[in-house]
């Protein structure tokens, strides 16, 4: 029987919704499903993950070492509890991506990236060539499966209408000291996060500059949007990285995104192929956004994308 | 110091890889190869150290068929001291790349190891973390920004939520992300001078490495084709679409 162990991503003691996702994930490979919750204080976001619906139990560690999310003292951790799950997941978020492949290795097993789709318990799709072609893996027979799941190809599990039992675990291993948190520098702002909002607006090289760029919060702002840019306006500084969008940025799914100034480099699109409907404004009638844009428009931004606020407004 | 930097080849960012008829790989033959962008970006943060005088050797690891050492005379050519060319008849997989960069880790003593984030081909995203493990040091994933001093790193990492900084006790693993820096172009003169650099040639599995605990690929198919959607001529048009879709 197959049993999953999610590791939950959370931050300022809430857990994120990408932990959401990845329950529904695992109710695809069936059997039961633990959410692991390490932090310093990991009440509440044990009861958040207790409240998902489909989530058997939450083993919940309090752990100063735990205060930030360290993938070299959650790794051993993880690690500890291996033996009981058949399968162990986390986000394709930063998160995920740092942690799983320090698991999978001290575990001696691969790691499947990027999930997609589960065919069985041991046979997953996930998306390769900036998502140019689609792999379907087979995991090796009698290895715990290791996983990123991709956000983007799951919907939220449900809240249940019962919440799980949450048990109190003590995780007596070595953690190491060799590396050590000294800040973080958020872009966090009062704005929807880009990788659950339900409406994008992202901006690209043809803005500018930073200041060009205000028209696209203003837009944003308008559809109650979260904000996204391409890599050419992160490189150039127009808005910090981690709004980039793509292959090596974000992958999202809104209902609504609205690409501007942006051409659709396969590296950007891949990010944003799960999205509802995509409205794109260029100048080029040629340029390849069009081709996957469900409306598109073509004009000058800068005299279009303030006309289409004020219509909205 | 040594920094060991990984240094793959890979389909070159701009080719649109197609999946063959039969389901059974990516056509691959003739297209252009590229190092992986993420790999360039590691060499070059090495070869900055070792021009601050914070390394003293920067040897570039290539892990493939007989034929890569064209693709390691680049890494050679840009500036590395030297090559070392695992010699493997298929594509390694990450965990198979990282139990063969920690023999090679073992054998040359680097104070760092830098690699790309992720390879633009199968966009794994697991080689660094894994032998990071094995190695049991630190890792400093997606970093944008590198400082050396006194046997510590300190490394601005590009997260989701922003730029986190951690300090790492050398050594260490660091994975690059775009932002760290911007590789130099290879002048002639340097192709010139690269043929005269050595590049070490080692069978994967003379390391002591055997491919193994691998995912079989099964199947490949092409992603799902997104209808193509429809041009408004004017705002107002395209705000009576959004509206008539309940977007709005
Ligand atoms: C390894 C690697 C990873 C990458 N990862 C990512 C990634 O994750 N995300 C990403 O986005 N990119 C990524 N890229 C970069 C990608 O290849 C493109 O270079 C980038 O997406 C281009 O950004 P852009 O569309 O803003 O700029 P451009 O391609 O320069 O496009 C600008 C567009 O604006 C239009 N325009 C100009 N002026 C106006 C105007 N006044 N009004 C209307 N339209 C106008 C132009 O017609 C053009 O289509 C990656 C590249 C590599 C090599």
Excluded at chain 2, 168 to 175: E, K, N, R, S, W
Excluded at chain 2, 222 to 247: F, H, I, Q, S, T
């Amino acid at each position: 029987m197959n049993k999953t162990l999610i590791v939950a991503e959370h931050h300022d003691g809430k857990l994120n919704p990408a932990t959401a996702r990845c329950v529904s994930c695992a109710q695809r490979i069936g059997g039961d499903i633990d959410v692991l919750v390490l932090a310093d204080a990991p009440a509440a976001v044990a009861a958040a993950a207790a409240s998902l619906q489909g989530v058997s139990r939450v083993l919940s560690v309090a752990n100063a070492a735990n205060v930030h999310a360290l993938a070299a003292v959650y790794a051993p951790q993880v690690k500890a509890l291996a033996a009981d799950y058949t399968h162990l997941l986390a986000p394709s978020t930063t998160f995920g991506k740092d942690l799983m492949p320090r698991v999978a290795a001290l575990l001696g097993v691969a790691q499947v990236s990027d999930l997609m789709q589960v065919e069985d318990a041991q046979h997953f799709v996930r998306p390769i060539y900036a998502g140019n072609a689609l792999l379907t893996v087979a995991t090796p027979a009698g290895q715990t499966v290791v996983a990123t799941v991709r956000t983007a190809s799951w919907p939220e599990a449900a809240a249940a209408t019962q919440p799980a039992p949450i048990e109190s675990r003590s995780i007596d291993v070595a953690l190491p000291t060799h590396t050590r948190f000294i800040g973080l520098e958020s872009g966090a702002s009062d704005r929807p996060d880009l990788q659950s909002a339900a409406r994008v607006v992202s901006g690209g090289r043809a803005l500018g500059s930073a200041d060009n760029f205000k028209i696209i919060y203003a837009l944003a702002d308008t559809l109650g949007a979260a904000v996204g840019a391409s890599r050419a306006a992160v490189d150039a500084g127009y808005v910090p990285s981690d709004l980039q969008v793509g292959q090596t940025g974000k992958i999202i799914a809104p209902q609504l995104y609205v690409a501007i100034g942006i051409s659709g480099a396969i590296q950007h699109l891949t990010g944003i192929k799960d999205a509802g409907t995509i409205v794109a404004i260029n100048k080029d009638a040629e340029a390849p956004i069009f081709e996957i844009a469900d409306f598109g428009l073509v004009g000058d931004l800068f005299k279009l994308v303030p006309e289409l606020q004020q219509a909205l407004a | 110091m040594k920094i060991l930097v990984g240094y793959k080849r890979v389909v070159d960012y701009n080719v649109r890889v197609q999946v063959k008829p039969d389901g059974s790989g990516v056509a691959t033959e003739g297209v252009k190869l590229s190092p992986n962008p993420f790999d360039e970006i590691a060499l070059e943060e090495a070869l900055r150290l070792r021009e601050r005088g914070v390394a003293s050797e920067v040897i570039v690891v290539g892990i493939g068929p007989a034929d890569l050492t064209v693709h390691l005379r680049n890494g050679l050519a840009m500036g590395a001291n030297r090559a070392i060319h695992v010699v493997t008849g298929d594509a390694v997989q990450p965990l198979t790349a990282a139990r063969a960069l920690l023999k090679l880790v073992e054998k040359e003593q680097p104070g760092l190891v830098i690699l790309g984030k992720q390879a633009i081909d199968d966009d794994n995203n697991q080689t660094g973390q894994m032998l990071a493990a094995l190695w049991d040091r630190p890792q400093a994933t997606f970093a944008s920004k590198l400082h050396i001093d006194a046997g510590k790193a300190r490394v601005v990492r590009e997260v989701d939520a922003g730029l986190e900084t951690l300090e790492i006790d050398l050594p260490a693993v660091v994975t690059t992300d775009l932002r760290l820096n911007e590789p130099r172009f290879i002048k002639l003169p340097d192709i010139m001078k690269s043929k005269s650099k050595p590049i070490e040639a080692l069978e994967l599995a003379a390391l002591g490495v055997e491919p193994g605990d691998h995912l079989e690929a099964t199947h490949y198919a092409p992603p799902p084709k997104r209808g193509k959607g429809v041009m408004v001529k004017d705002v107002a048009e395209l705000v009576a679409a959004l509206k008539n879709k309940g977007l709005v």
